[in-house]
């Protein structure tokens, strides 16, 4: 069908072996399949990477070849600034899911940053609006007001640049053309 596509999806490298990232890494890598996970969501899921390996995931995700222009990580929460870095260097995404992470209280993602390093980030809902309607719209004005939140000190956010995160940035994490 004209507009479907598929990515190779798991669901979080936390609960992957090390055998299935390297295969999807090989298979993204041999034969252009688009990855999607969630990356970095939780505390836990950060600290797991770093006690399992002895690094981040995205250092680990580097290292066996799978962050690319090709690679999406849903949430991106607790990503450092190296983390950031290295998924720029890679053309590599984050999703922001403002609604998502409010709910499971996971923490807040730093798109402001992610931004100002060059790190393409797309917008999502991850399933979890805060309403149960996966209003769109909603959730970028939701996300908006967060990322812009107190402090008179801060350059906001524009409206505009949001838009272009579940548009744009959107039809690139899908690996839509246009």
Request: aromatic share 8%; hydrophobic share 40%.
């Amino acid at each position: 069908f004209p507009g479907v596509g598929f990515q190779l999806g798991p669901w979080n490298p936390v609960l992957c072996s090390g055998a299935l990232l390297e295969r999807l890494a090989e298979a993204s890598c041999d034969d252009g399949w688009r990855v999607q996970t969630h990356l970095m969501e939780t505390q836990y899921q950060a600290e797991y990477a770093r006690r399992t390996y002895g690094k981040s995931w995205v250092a680990h995700l580097d290292e066996i070849g799978m962050l690319s222009e090709r690679f999406s990580g849903a949430h991106g929460v607790w990503l450092d600034r190296g983390d950031m870095d290295m998924m720029k260097e890679a053309g590599a995404q984050v999703v922001y899911n403002p609604s998502s992470n409010m709910r499971l209280g996971s923490g807040l993602a730093p798109v402001r940053e992610y931004l100002s390093v060059g790190v393409p980030v797309a917008f999502g809902l991850d399933s979890l609006s805060m309403n149960d309607d996966e209003d769109m719209f909603q959730d970028l004005r939701l996300g908006q007001t967060i990322q812009n939140g107190p402090g008179i000190d801060r350059e906001s956010i524009p409206a505009g640049t949001l838009f272009e995160m579940a548009t744009g940035a959107g039809a690139t994490v899908a690996g839509v053309d246009g």
